[in-house]
């Protein structure tokens, strides 16, 4: 949960490493899914088109990503130094290794990330990683899906890689509602008995036979967990029916 | 980890509802990402431009999607009959109701699909859902991002709801089925309409300056989560009213 003392540096351990990206346009995105969930470590390994309009285009709030994206020809100068690798996969292939889900992963690498650079490879938009590459990779991560169409957008694995290491990080930032004075108990009594005296003078409640109506409403209202204003609210409407059957008397 | 064992059939309860998008390639995208993850519901409310060559080119293996895709004109078409809607949100708005991270949102979706079809809305690129939208849905969806830069990609955002929703429906959570009938969208929606009628008639809503009324009543009956009873009662309550202004007239 949300804290100013939850650590966001190992975010920046992280780098995303794509192969031979055929499409600037997913390059562009993959910075800017990159950038919404706080990394900004990109490596490019011999994209077929870069810098391109296109990659700028897609990204949008995250271009300085692309700015500071490092280009290299081969995938060992990209994982140089890094504390571990992980190579992403939508299925298995001809790899002996560890094959983790990226919810595993993204928490073993942000463990991992005291120890140095964690590098996230992914490869081309066609066939992935090559098994030349997955091998040079410690572990592999899938992202589970349909068995019968597991082929997510570069982008968009980068941007569930990206999310699940956020969420290892601790970040789970929720804004929450603005915090609202319960009412007491006395305040919710108060509000039943004047609900019943009115709906009893409307005659939709007959008190000889009240049946589960006082109930039922009761237990609706438990469920939300009145505030004072709601009770404020709810005790005004009655107020009024209150003033409109008199004057019918 | 995906297995045949898998319950996937909740997933084909879960619905997402794009609002007003302006970019037919993002449509596209945001179907092949809801595929990739074994969604199949899709409901377009007033895209700006579809069918479009630019939606098929990027929904890939996802195309039969677009083919069923519901196109209507109202968020409120696209939710008739829906169990729970849940909005997605980047930020904080004047939504005061319960607001969930998405992993949190997947979950309770998941268990709330026995009862019946679960709304995923999200809105448009540039500015997401208006609050008018929002207040229209049970609850709200943030997916926790980069504070500096919380932007993601339409197609990302469904993405990651989606994968969320996947993860979720492989942890087979022991539940048990709700005793009670929750009560549809369209339901909800009418008793809000019929409550803003009587409360003008009874001069407690000013339809003019209609301040915060509506929406606080809006927000308490969403927090309690109305069963269709419930809303039968309150509809009783309020017709018994307007019996009693129509004598006074």
Redesign the interface.
């Known amino acids: 949960m949300t804290s100013d003392a939850t650590p966001v540096e190992p975010l920046s351990r992280m780098r995303v490493v794509l192969v031979r990206t055929s499409h600037p346009g997913n390059i562009g995105?993959a910075a800017?899914?990159m950038?919404?969930?706080?990394l900004d470590d990109l490596v490019l390994v011999a994209p077929h088109r870069f810098p391109d309009p296109d990659a700028s285009a897609?990204a949008?709030?995250?271009a300085h990503l692309l700015l500071r994206a490092r280009v290299v020809s081969a995938l060992d100068d990209a994982l140089a130094g890094c504390a571990w690798t992980i190579g992403a996969s939508a299925r298995p292939r001809e790899f002996a290794g560890r094959v983790l889900?990226v919810?595993d992963a993204a928490r073993e690498a942000m463990k991992r990330s005291s120890t140095g650079t964690i590098a996230w490879v992914f490869g081309t938009e066609m066939s992935g990683l090559s098994n030349e590459e997955l091998a040079r990779c410690a572990c592999v991560a899938?992202?589970?899906?349909?068995?019968?169409?597991?082929?997510?957008?570069l982008?968009?694995a980068v941007?569930?890689a990206a999310?699940e290491l956020?969420?290892a990080a601790g970040?789970?930032?929720?804004?929450?509602?603005?915090r609202?004075t319960p009412a007491t108990h006395d305040a919710i009594e108060g509000l039943h008995a004047h609900a019943a005296r009115t709906?009893a003078a409307?005659?939709?409640l007959d008190p000889a036979r009240p049946r589960r109506?006082m109930p039922?409403?009761r237990r609706?209202?438990a469920?939300?967990?009145?505030?004072q204003?709601?009770v404020n609210?709810l005790r005004?409407?009655l107020a009024?029916?209150d003033d409109?059957?008199r004057?019918?008397r």
Chains 1, 2 share one sequence.
């Open positions: 995105a800017r899914a950038w919404t969930m706080g897609r949008t709030g995250a889900d919810r899938t992202i589970p899906g349909n068995p019968r169409y597991a082929s997510l957008n982008a968009a941007q569930v999310y956020r969420m970040e789970r930032d929720v804004w929450s509602a603005p609202f709906l409307l005659h939709f109506l039922r409403l609706l209202f469920r939300a967990g009145l505030e204003e709601e609210i005004g409407i009024r029916i409109v059957l004057r019918t």
